[in-house]
């Protein structure tokens, strides 16, 4: 007998998509192995939204609210997340991977004498060991990867799991956790971010993504009103970020972030294995491009060669029209 | 001011390579400098031209080839380096490169450790904030900018988070893991190059450390890699030409009917 817990990944006090997958692949793995499924959430007020976990099959959740957890610094999550592994003893954490996650597991894996793995694709329980697979070489291999500690924390990759149906007629007991006083020695000064109304790239189940070829701003906008009439978010590579065409906050790759879409539309773009390691495992990926010879016709689905300038619009125009009937 | 950047050296992984029975065929690899680390140096390089007394040195633990990732770092403008090498490294996982380089850093004086985000042909992310948790020390991640207050002793950090761009001051001394969104890193001119095989380069060994040899390597690992393999691969799709009305009814046809994405 032994226990996996998850930690849920929330925004705005609202729990994230990728939380539901991990959880749901957690309760597979419960099941299977004879384990008991515990949560945890962390937040500014997230008492309310914690139950929601229950309708996933946790047999227990641990809150942790304090106004520390309003502007992101790593020290309360990793003193958080130690004081709640203390008390529950899991042998398995698992939690969606983000940036802010990326950012304090390395201190949490620190702090509990764990072993950590970022990143992971698939995760099995063998006896005492956890064994996971993880892509490397920017995505172009796989490995597997095994672990015999007492304790395993594992990040896992967006979009790795499908989400199963809530059940809304779950419930369990919610232990509130102290986060207490916490030393640190980090100042969080400001956050610098460009509010805006479109589906996020972490949430979103189209992503049009784009590249150098939109050229300029006015591209950009173009490319813009397509993910607009998709509902989609907007993704971009790193050459447009190094333009200041796009936002950081938009990169999709190595350096950026992962994406799982069911649907990623790349216009403009090459295909170099740093922005493909980022989402070469959307469901179905449609390139855009003038160059019949792009890397990036390599992996999609359906490749459309020619101007993306002649393209996009139409494009925009026949969606806004279907969508309209 | 003191600064140390943790530097790796890489397989190239822009390269084609070979797997062969689960495991990556080294041979034919080409290594390189971890392009997060050399943007790491980059940023140290910069924040030396504006201060001039602020003294660079590299540390790589690795193979002894790992010399020429070192000779990058120098040419391109770090004072000096030091090599921790051992044929017992072979295998280690960030957890045991943490373990090595906190045994480094024990009895050394510095204001603040850069490493790369991650390692690129691991993608694991784990060394500089378990480094900083063994130091017992403050850490960012993902820096995209990097501003140094040498009266407060402070250096304020941009990061990439989720919400947007984070700035974070931290108090010397701290470790701050960098992301190459940060800068280009300079090509080492020819003068770069000539000066950087006068410099200083450090040999460390592992019994230099006071470390066990189980400390370090597979033995030093809380994780193994099993085996390797490429991914299933994307079944090659169709790709159309013609007229941009044509290519777009044929693409909305597909996603409709075929893909039922739409
Ligand atoms: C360590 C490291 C990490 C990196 N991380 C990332 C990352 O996270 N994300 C990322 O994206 N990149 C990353 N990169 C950069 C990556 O290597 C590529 O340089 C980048 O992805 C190229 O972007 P692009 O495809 O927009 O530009 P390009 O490679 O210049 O491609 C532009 C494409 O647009 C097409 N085009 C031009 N005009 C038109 C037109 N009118 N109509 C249709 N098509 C047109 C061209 O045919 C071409 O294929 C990283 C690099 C390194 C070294
Ligand atoms: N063997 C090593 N020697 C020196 N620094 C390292 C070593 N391994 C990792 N690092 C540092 O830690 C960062 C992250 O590595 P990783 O955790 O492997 O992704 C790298 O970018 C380096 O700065």
């Known amino acids: 007998m032994s226990k996996i817990l998850v930690i849920a990944d929330q925004k705005d006090n609202k729990i994230k998509k990728s939380t539901f997958e991990v959880l749901s692949e957690a309760k597979k793995l419960a099941d299977a192995s004879g384990s008991s499924l515990e949560a945890v959430i962390l937040g500014e007020a997230i008492a309310q939204e914690a139950k929601v976990l229950a309708h996933y099959g946790v047999s227990k959740i641990y809150t942790v609210e304090n106004s520390m957890f309003k502007n992101y610094l790593n020290r309360p999550f990793i003193d958080g997340l130690k004081k709640v592994i203390d008390a529950s003893s899991p042998k398995l954490v698992m939690v969606p991977t983000s940036e802010s996650v990326k950012d304090y597991l390395p201190g949490l894996v620190g702090a509990t004498n764990a072993c950590g793995i970022m990143d992971c694709s698939a995760v099995s329980l063998d006896g005492g060991k956890v064994q996971i697979e993880r892509p490397l070489m920017a995505a172009k291999a796989v490995s597997k990867m095994e672990s015999s500690d007492d304790l395993v924390i594992l990040s896992i990759r967006s979009g790795s799991f499908d989400a199963v149906e809530a059940d809304t007629s779950l419930s369990c007991d919610i232990e509130s956790v102290d986060l207490g006083t916490v030393d640190i020695k980090a100042v969080f000064k400001e956050l610098i971010s460009a509010q805006s109304d479109r589906v996020s790239l972490d949430d979103a189940n189209v992503v049009i993504a784009c590249g150098r070829g939109v050229k300029d701003k006015s591209g950009f906008e173009l490319v813009e009103k397509l993910a607009d009439v998709f509902g989609a ?26 994406v799982s879409p069911d649907l990623y539309i790349a216009v403009g773009i090459s295909g170099a294995v ?11 990926i449609v390139a855009i491009n003038k160059d019949e010879e792009a890397p990036i016709f390599s992996l999609s689905d359906y490749g459309l060669v020619g101007d993306l300038f002649d393209i996009v619009p139409k494009l925009t125009e026949a969606v806004k029209e279907l969508k309209a009937n | 001011m003191k600064f140390f950047v943790c530097c790796k050296q890489v397989p190239d992984v822009a390269m084609a390579f070979q797997i062969k029975d689960g495991e990556l065929q080294k041979d034919d690899l080409n290594y390189v400098l971890n392009a997060y680390d050399a943007s790491a140096v980059e940023e140290s390089l910069v924040i030396k031209d504006a201060v001039s007394e602020l003294d660079l040195s590299l ?28 044929d017992a490294f072979e295998g280690s996982d960030s957890h045991a490169a943490a373990n090595v380089l906190e045994a480094f850093f024990k009895d050394k ?10 390692s690129q042909d691991m993608d694991m992310g784990l060394t500089g904030g378990l480094l900083a ?9 993902n820096a995209v900018g990097l501003e140094v207050n040498e009266e407060a002793k402070s250096i304020l950090v ?48 592992v019994a230099d450390l006071g470390l066990a040899t189980d400390a370090v390597g597979k033995s030093g690992s809380k994780s193994t890699l099993l085996s390797m393999d490429f991914p299933k691969a994307r079944k090659a799709g169709e790709k159309f030409e013609g007229e941009a009305s044509e290519l777009v009814s044929t693409l909305i046809d597909k996603l409709t009917n075929e893909a039922k994405v739409l």
Do not use: W
Not at chain 2, 62 to 79: D, H, P, T, V
Not at chain 2, 109 to 118: F, H, P, S, T, V
Not at chain 2, 170 to 195: A, H, K, T, W, Y
């Open chain 1, 233 to 258: 978010a907007v993704g971009s590579t790193r050459a447009l970020v190094e333009n200041g065409i796009a936002e950081p906050s938009l990169q999709v790759g190595q350096t950026g972030k992962v």
């Open chain 1, 274 to 284: 740093q922005h493909t390691a980022g989402m070469s495992n959307s469901k179905v």
């Open chain 2, 59 to 86: 540390v790589l633990m690795g193979a002894e080839k790992g010399k020429e990732a070192l000779r990058k770092g120098l040419a391109m403008g770090a004072n000096d380096a030091f090599h921790i090498e051992d």
């Open chain 2, 109 to 118: 004086e510095y204001d603040a450790i850069l490493c790369g985000k991650q």
């Open chain 2, 133 to 141: 948790e063994k130091l017992n020390i403050p850490y960012v991640t």
């Open chain 2, 158 to 205: 941009t990061r990439q988070g989720d919400a947007g761009q984070e700035k974070v001051e931290l108090s010397f001394p701290c470790i701050v893991s960098c992301s190459n969104d940060m800068n280009e890193p300079r090509i080492p001119s020819l003068r770069g190059i000539m000066q950087s095989k006068k410099k200083p380069m450090n040999k460390v060994s």
